[in-house]
């Protein structure tokens, strides 16, 4: 079975930043994309960033110039470095993977979620 572990979420001030990984592990032969999604309270799941594996990159609006999503393809990681946070980067943080499971078989994961919380 896949599991995605995620890291590096806390609490920090408006206009600081935080890096959160998310790792990859189980029976996995490839990894197509992974990205990250954020739930505020109250509020719709929403598309932060994502990353295929030829290493182009996609952003939401809401935090292009300022999050910068990338890969270590040696530890199936993925990270997505947030600067210049802004109270409403508040949310609930979660890493989404699609992973290549058999040759022809690919299936959807998600993390745990990590907590991000931007106030002063």
């Known amino acids: 079975q896949v599991q995605l572990v995620e890291s590096g979420g806390g609490l920090v001030q408006p206009g600081g930043s935080l890096r959160l990984s998310c790792a990859a592990s189980?029976?996995?032969?490839?990894?197509?994309?992974m990205g990250w999604y954020r739930q505020a309270p109250g509020k719709q799941r929403e598309f932060v960033a994502r990353?295929?594996?030829?290493?182009?990159?996609n952003y939401a609006d809401s935090v292009k110039g300022r999050f910068t999503i990338s890969r270590d393809n040696a530890k199936n990681t993925v990270y997505l470095q947030m600067n210049s946070l802004k109270p409403e980067d508040t949310a609930v943080y979660y890493c989404?993977?699609?992973?290549?499971?058999?040759?022809?078989?690919?299936?959807?994961?998600w993390g745990q979620g990590t907590q991000v919380t931007v106030s002063s």
């Open positions: 189980g029976s996995i032969l490839g990894i197509n994309a």
């Open positions: 989404n993977a699609e992973i290549t499971i058999t040759r022809f078989e690919n299936r959807d994961y």
């Open positions: 990353i295929l594996n030829g290493g182009s990159t």
